[in-house]
């Protein structure tokens, strides 16, 4: 593979647009507006500059970085040379399901098309192609230039063939692939997001506060980062979609969203991304939020 193109420049398209063009990869990066892809770009130096200062990357590796990625507005264009192309799209299913449709038409019959979902079914995905065998999950975790783990979805068509091919290309990039199987939320998000509506539960009781919960679980189960601290960084619009995803896609009540957590969601406070969520962030720090809507 010498071409990869990414679609989405948001936080998890930059980031991997990021990490194969510092291994050597051509890489177009695709979004719907230059201001989306400016800010991409942007966040991708600003990471480069951060490896600099930390002796991993040297200034002309940054430099070869920065010249192996290419901006596109139109998808055709983009994606039409690509020998492997990453669906890094919000985290919805008829978006999702657009983009393949668009990708199976506009690229080459040989490119191996994946998906970033951290939730949705690679098999339906796949099953508005032509190529499902061709089809399959690459789930990177955030921050992605910085975490080791891909989870790798075999969807029901997915040939051994690919999937073999996937597994060695995240190894090549220094990650640690981990195949699974095609089902609601994976590994990853189908262990996370009962915890993380737990604790929001936690919260919503009055069992305790935002710090106490988080305090509990970082220095008693070791967690580098506290489960309401973390449904910041993920996005809480993220959490509530795959819990949607998982309470769809098993019939099981234990994974109805936390009534606080549709709640916050209808209101816009979605974690850093809004500047509040659990903690506020508007001062450029992180601040446990104290809130009588935080009970019932």
């Not at 669906?87 to 490119?111: G, H, M, S």
């Not at 979902?117 to 999950?137: F, M, P, Q």
């Not at 969601?265 to 720090?285: I, P």
């Amino acid at each position: 593979m010498q071409t990869i193109s990414v679609i989405g420049s948001g936080t998890m398209g930059n980031g991997i647009a990021h990490t194969f063009a510092l291994s050597g990869y051509t890489v177009h990066l695709v979004d719907t507006s230059e201001e989306r892809l400016n800010k991409g770009m942007a966040t991708i130096s600003k990471n480069l500059d951060r490896q600099v200062s930390r002796g991993l990357v040297t200034e002309e590796l940054k430099q070869k970085t920065i010249n192996n990625i290419k901006t596109f507005t139109g998808l055709a264009a983009a994606v039409k040379d690509s020998d492997l192309i990453i669906e890094a799209a919000t985290e919805n299913q008829e978006i999702k399901l657009q983009i393949f449709r668009d990708l199976d038409k506009f690229c080459k019959p040989e490119a191996i098309l994946a998906s970033n979902t951290s939730s949705i079914s690679i098999t339906k995905i796949a099953s508005v192609t032509g190529r499902a065998d061709k089809v399959i999950g690459m789930h990177f975790m955030n921050p992605v230039p910085v975490m080791k783990l891909v989870e790798v979805i075999r969807g029901y068509s997915t040939s051994d063939t690919v999937t073999d091919r996937i597994m060695d290309l995240s190894i090549e990039l220094n990650k640690i692939p981990v195949e699974v199987n095609d089902y609601p939320g994976f590994v990853a998000n189908r262990i996370l997001m009962p915890m993380i509506n737990e604790a929001i539960y936690t919260l919503y009781e009055g069992v305790a506060g935002v710090y106490e919960i988080d305090t509990v679980m970082k220095l008693g189960m070791v967690h580098p980062m506290g489960p309401l601290q973390l449904a910041d960084f993920i996005g809480l619009d993220v959490c509530l979609a795959i819990l949607n995803v998982l309470h769809q896609g098993f019939g099981n009540s234990k994974y109805t969203a936390c009534p606080l957590l549709v709640k916050m969601v209808t209101a816009g406070q979605l974690g850093v991304k809004t500047g509040r969520g659990f903690y506020d962030y508007s001062k450029g720090t992180k601040e446990p939020v104290v809130s009588k809507k935080f009970k019932k």
